[in-house]
């Protein structure tokens, strides 16, 4: 299965920027998707960004004009956060969506990355 890896997380103020990158251990040839989700304290995991195959993406409300997803090849996925709010401290987690021959569809994601926004 293939493994990922979030970094890129930390503190920051509010109005400040990070870049969250994921890094897959091998090409996904049948990838599907590349999402973000987060999870803050107390509350449920909540999808922020998607990007498929084709590299169109989507956006949850709340980081709409925000936050920007994108892929500069088969191993690598971004989040670039800017406009940071005290509301967006989570930890981040990837999840690539994906076909394998042996398997069927596969859902892989990494250890998580936290951010924290300070106000």
């Known amino acids: 299965q293939v493994q990922l890896v979030e970094s890129g997380g930390g503190l920051v103020q509010a109005g400040e920027s990070l870049r969250l990158s994921c890094a897959a251990s091998e090409i996904i040839f049948s990838l599907n998707d590349m999402r973000w989700y987060r999870q803050a304290p107390g509350k449920q995991r909540e999808l922020v960004a998607t990007?498929?195959?084709?590299?169109?993406t989507m956006y949850a409300d709340s980081v709409k004009g925000r936050f920007t997803i994108s892929r500069d090849n088969a191993k690598n996925t971004y989040l670039q956060m800017n406009s940071l709010k005290p509301e967006d401290t989570a930890i981040y987690y990837c999840r690539a969506h994906y076909w394998d021959r042996t398997t069927g569809w596969v859902d892989s994601w990494g250890q998580g990355t936290q951010v924290t926004v300070s106000s």
């Open positions: 990007i498929i195959s084709n590299n169109s």
